[in-house]
């Protein structure tokens, strides 16, 4: 299993970016994905995942509204469009794999969330 970030970067307030996570390794189509963040200092946060097929989206409440969740079967890509950013949104941005088709809700991502990318920083500052 591999999973590669890319997309971050430095943004304005008010900004957008977009990220990819391209999958190898497994059939992506089979398996739920998320996106979690860390900021320096603070633990890491789920931020938002999908369901294989798309049936179940779920997003933190920090980001409703503002980030969408998508993904390209065909291209075995995960995807976060990130727009109306803020500095608080400051931080090294992961996917991760679920164990099966399905979103685990959990606060204990790291284990219940067996594979995970290196992660790609995005800087929201004027």
């Known amino acids: 299993v591999q999973l590669v970030e890319s997309g971050g970067g430095l943004a304005q307030p008010g900004g957008s970016l977009r990220l990819s996570c391209a999958a190898s390794?497994?059939?992506?189509?089979?398996?739920?994905m998320i996106w979690a963040h860390q900021a320096p200092g603070k633990g890491l946060e789920w931020v938002a995942g999908m369901s294989s097929g798309g049936s179940e989206i779920m997003y933190a409440d920090s980001v409703k509204g503002r980030f969408t969740i998508s993904r390209d079967d065909v291209k075995n890509t995960l995807y976060l469009q990130m727009n109306s950013l803020k500095p608080e949104d400051t931080a090294m941005y992961f996917c991760?794999?679920?164990?099966?088709?399905?979103?685990?809700?959990?606060?204990?991502?790291?284990?219940?969330?067996?594979?995970w990318g290196q992660g790609t920083q995005v800087t929201v500052s004027s």
């Open positions: 991760a794999r679920a164990p099966s088709a399905k979103l685990v809700q959990t606060t204990r991502l790291w284990v219940d969330y067996p594979y």
């Open positions: 390794g497994f059939t992506f189509s089979s398996y739920a």
